[in-house]
Structures are given as structure tokens and as C-alpha cells.
């Protein structure tokens, strides 16, 4: 068997959801991708296993904020 060789300007490791909007982004601005995963592209992975889901918190919370608050107790 022949080794392959393969020429990109970039390479990302992984096809779960962020290494696939890596993917497109870079080929977006012109770059040639190769994108590399040890499976299926698409059928592994964190965001697969995690089967689309969002979790949300509901109910009565502290309003949001963007400085960190860390309270020793």
C-alpha cells in the first residue's frame, strides 16, 4: 500500500461540531482544509454522543453577570 500525501494550509483534528465550523471558516477565506478524525467524519465524537442537546436552567436564578465573583465560604 502507498503511503498517501495530502497538501492543506490548515488541518484540524477532530469532525465533531467545532472541528467542522473550523473547517468551513478556514475554506471560507480560501484556505485548503484537510479535516482528520480517528472515525466516521460526523459519526463521533462529543457533540454526537451528546445527541444535539442544549441544557438550559429555568426557573428563579441571579441575573447574569460578567464579572467574576467567587465566594469563599
Do not use: C, W, Y
Not at 22 to 43: C, F, H, N, Q, T
Amino acid at each position: 500500500m502507498e503511503p498517501l500525501q495530502l497538501q492543506a494550509d490548515v488541518h484540524i483534528v477532530g469532525s465533531g461540531t467545532a472541528g467542522m465550523m473550523a473547517a468551513r471558516a478556514a475554506a471560507d477565506e480560501g484556505a485548503r482544509v484537510l479535516l482528520i478524525d480517528k472515525s466516521l467524519i460526523g459519526r463521533r465524537g462529543a457533540t454526537i454522543f451528546a445527541q444535539m442537546n442544549v441544557a438550559v436552567a429555568l426557573g428563579e436564578a441571579d441575573d447574569d453577570n460578567t464579572r467574576f465573583n467567587l465566594k469563599m465560604r
